[in-house]
């Protein structure tokens, strides 16, 4: 018996190899949309008030440089109990917030991680200074002064690991994209995999015909005499 792989076999069977080799997305299991979307972005933006899409692409640029220097940061702007899900509790303690963030997306070893509310930032594995920087940030109360903070803290932040950036030109003049609550291919991830799973199974054992076997349609009774 011979397999051979059609193109539509191929592209799932590619599609499913590129999903299992992304990491578990662990925070399915958890309440807080943040912990979903910091697995595949670097920050999370509230669902309302919405930031203004100049200072999404700033402080997007500001995360994007701190990583390319070596100091991958995530940033989460919380505005409201409605932005932490099911434990809205945890809303106006930004500290323990930013601890807690931090042990749900850390993979292999601690992860870098800011946090803004309305009543300060808080930060978790940024270093020892990384409480005092934020601090003298002082509290924002809308979710611009968040956005500016949280640039100007990814910047001393970075610089305070020996991991200094620049913030000139942050932004390149590109509009933003308002980025909200949990990207689909988090939530239907797992049904994704089954899909593919249970078509490529069906693929790789549908029985080929050889290549000396009868292929003609029985419909046509096309028989020579």
């Known amino acids: 018996m011979s397999l051979r792989f059609r ?20 925070a399915l299991a958890d309440a807080d949309p943040p912990s979903d979307v910091l697995l595949i972005q670097n920050v999370y933006y509230p669902y309302a008030p919405k930031v203004p899409p100049s200072l999404q692409a700033q402080l997007d640029d500001a995360a994007a440089r701190a990583r390319k ?14 932005d932490l899900g099911a434990i809205p509790q945890m809303f106006g303690h930004v500290a323990a917030y930013a601890n807690f963030l931090q042990r749900e997306i850390a ?3 601690p992860q870098p ?16 200074r990384g409480p005092a920087i934020v601090r ?3 509290a924002p ?7 500016r ?5 990814v910047e001393q932040l970075a610089a305070a690991n020996g991991r200094p950036i620049s913030t000139a030109g942050l932004g390149g003049g590109k509009r933003g994209h308002h980025r909200t609550g949990t990207p689909a291919i988090v939530l239907f991830a797992p049904v994704l995999l089954l899909a593919l799973a ?3 199974r069906t693929l790789l054992t549908r029985r080929r015909r050889s290549p000396g076997e009868d292929r003609r349609d029985p419909q046509t009774n096309d028989s020579s005499t």
């Open 7 to 26: 193109p539509t076999a191929l592209a799932l069977c590619l599609l499913l190899a590129g999903l299992l080799a992304l990491p578990a997305p662990r």
């Open 149 to 153: 903070g949280a640039i100007a803290a």
């Open 113 to 128: 991680t800011l946090v803004a509310m309305p009543g300060g930032f808080g930060t978790s594995a940024t270093g020892p």
């Open 69 to 82: 220097a070596g100091f991958p940061i995530k940033v989460a702007l919380v505005a409201s109990p409605a």
């Open 136 to 138: 003298r940030l002082g």
């Open 198 to 200: 249970f078509g490529g």
């Open 141 to 147: 109360r809308t979710v611009d002064g968040m956005a």
């Open 107 to 109: 993979y292999l070893r």
